[in-house]
């Protein structure tokens, strides 16, 4: 019989709710069993509304329990590091959460460890799997654009509700939590779909600004980077921006034309070329992570392997803390 991988959660907060957590439940070879808060009525009623058997308040008590032999942290990234190593040193492999840490050298010491125990560690940048960012890769890689010059990341939004609250402020904006501001929570998907289709980024800088002074971290920041193959380009984030100047789209500029798709609202994907502007709908699945989970579970089981890994996913971190000049 072929393995069963039996998941123990550490973390039961919303990104478990809609984007992945049933998404463990569907796939074929894959169960929850166990789940873990800090707060344990939390983790209890999470238990009993999804039909988990076993909950606990305590990480190692997860990760000792002998029924678990994979571990899903998703928790904020400062404890990210802790929680993979724990699990790994158990002989346990891990699929975390993104960023995949809250520096770049705390991604070094996961992969170290993984590299001595020889314990696997996924990241959750599904968006690599996702019909949509497929079909981006596709067009670049077929030549629909020709040659690419340049890239472009724009993104803007307005404050959020909680982002007014300085006495309860949401941990994606303390760095001490977070790692940074918006910045470190959502920049990494563009980031590292980027690195996906395009390769390494080997240089970036970038500055950044506290304009609003709504919270500790910096809440806007222009950065350039180049490729490994040359190819370079520029992003802008602004997280206090006027709902009127909301935007989310990178740009792929080549010699016969361009690509502009987006990174969170899905819009449809737009590539000009001689013929004129062309709209591409592509549907993604109801659980957004299930293709990168199928793919961890099917390597994990030994059918394939799966790249989204924690070497990969270092890249992307080392790239965020040269933009916010953290090495």
């Known amino acids: 019989m072929e393995k069963i991988i039996k998941w123990g959660f550490i973390g039961c907060g919303e990104v478990t709710r809609y984007k992945s957590g049933p998404a463990f439940q569907k796939i074929e070879g894959s169960e929850v069993v166990a789940v873990m808060s800090r707060n344990g009525q939390k983790a209890q009623q999470y238990a009993e509304e999804w039909g988990i058997a076993h909950w606990y308040d305590d990480a190692q008590a997860l990760i000792d329990d002998p029924e678990v032999n994979a571990v899903y942290i998703a928790t904020p990234p400062s404890s990210h590091a802790t929680y993979a190593i724990m699990a790994m040193k158990a002989g346990k492999p891990c699929y975390i959460e993104k960023p995949m840490a809250e520096t770049y050298e705390e991604c070094c010491r996961i992969n170290r460890v993984s590299q001595e125990t020889g314990v696997p560690c996924f990241v959750a940048y599904y968006r690599r799997y996702l019909p949509y960012f497929l079909k981006v890769k596709e067009l670049v ?26 006495e309860h402020l949401p941990w994606r904006v303390q760095p001490d939590i977070a790692g940074g501001g918006y910045f470190y929570d959502l920049a990494p998907h563009q980031i590292d779909l980027l690195q996906e289709i395009f390769g390494c980024i080997l240089q970036a800088s970038g500055f950044k600004s506290n304009r609003r002074g709504l919270y500790p971290a910096e809440d806007t920041l222009s950065a350039c ?89 270092t890249l992307t971190n080392w790239v965020m803390d040269k933009i916010l000049g953290k090495i």
């Open 141 to 166: 890689e077929s030549g629909a654009i020709g040659q690419v010059i340049n890239i472009q990341i724009r993104f803007a939004q307005p404050p959020r509700n909680l982002d007014y609250n300085s």
């Open 225 to 313: 980077f180049q490729f490994d193959n040359g190819i370079v380009g520029s992003g802008s984030w602004c997280f206090v921006a006027h709902d009127s100047a909301r935007e989310d789209r990178i740009e792929v500029i080549g010699d016969k034309g361009m690509i502009c798709f987006s990174v969170y609202t899905y819009d449809p994907i737009a590539l000009h070329t001689e013929r004129g502007r062309e709209e591409i709908h592509i549907t993604n699945p109801t659980y957004v992570q299930q293709p990168l989970i199928q793919a961890v579970v099917d390597h994990l089981r030994g059918l394939s392997t799966c790249t989204c890994d924690g070497e990969s996913a």
